[in-house]
C-alpha cells in the first residue's frame, strides 16, 4: 500500500507543469528596436572595428528576447541593405 502511495505521489509531482511567468508591459517587439537601434549606431560609427565588437556584444546581450524571426530578419539581405543606408 505505501509503495503504491510512494508511486502516485511520483507520477503527480513528475506531471506538474512549470509556472509561466506573465509580465505587464509591451514585449511583442522581441528586442527589434533595441537591435535596430544598435545597428544604426554600428553604421553611424562609421562601421569600424570597434564599432563592430560593440554590435556584436549588443547582439549577444539581446538575442534570449528575440524570436526567430528577428533573429532571421537581421541575418538576411534586407540588414545588409539597412545597414548601407
Known amino acids: 500500500m505505501r509503495l503504491r502511495l510512494t508511486l502516485a505521489l511520483a507520477l503527480l509531482a ?3 507543469r512549470p509556472s ?3 509580465t505587464a508591459g509591451d514585449s511583442s ?13 554600428f553604421v ?3 562601421r569600424t572595428a ?5 554590435l556584436a556584444h549588443a547582439v549577444l546581450e ?7 524571426t528577428v533573429a532571421e530578419e537581421r541575418s538576411s539581405s534586407s ?7
Open 50 to 54: 570597434q564599432a563592430y565588437a560593440e
Open 29 to 41: 517587439d522581441y528586442n527589434r528596436r533595441a537591435l535596430t537601434a544598435a545597428v544604426d549606431e
Open 79 to 85: 540588414w545588409c541593405s539597412r545597414s548601407r543606408r
Open 20 to 22: 509561466i511567468e506573465v
Open 14 to 16: 513528475a506531471c506538474e
Open 44 to 46: 553611424a560609427n562609421g
Open 62 to 68: 539581446l538575442r534570449p528576447g528575440m524570436d526567430r
